[in-house]
């Protein structure tokens, strides 16, 4: 084993509980702007966005 393994900081049980709930706050904030982008986007586009041909 070398000496830079040997020096690894293991995370406690809260942090690790931290880190998972950060990330999944993370991932829902940005699943909540892609949703917020794609609406405003229909908004600003209006329903003929779908009429168009392809």
Same mark, same amino acid.
């Given at each position: 084993?070398?000496?830079?393994?040997?020096?690894?900081?293991?995370?406690?049980?809260?942090? &690790?509980?931290?880190?998972?709930?950060?990330?999944? *706050? !993370?991932?829902?904030?940005?699943?909540?702007?892609?949703?917020?982008?794609? &609406?405003?986007?229909?908004?600003?586009?209006?329903? *003929? !966005?779908?009429?168009?041909?392809?």
């Amino acid at each position: 084993m070398s000496e830079h393994e040997q020096e690894r900081i293991k995370p406690t049980q809260a942090q &690790l509980k931290a880190r998972r709930s950060r990330s999944i *706050a !993370l991932a829902l904030a940005l699943a909540a702007f892609v949703v917020i982008v794609y &609406l405003g986007s229909i908004m600003k586009l209006g329903p *003929a !966005l779908f009429d168009r041909p392809m």
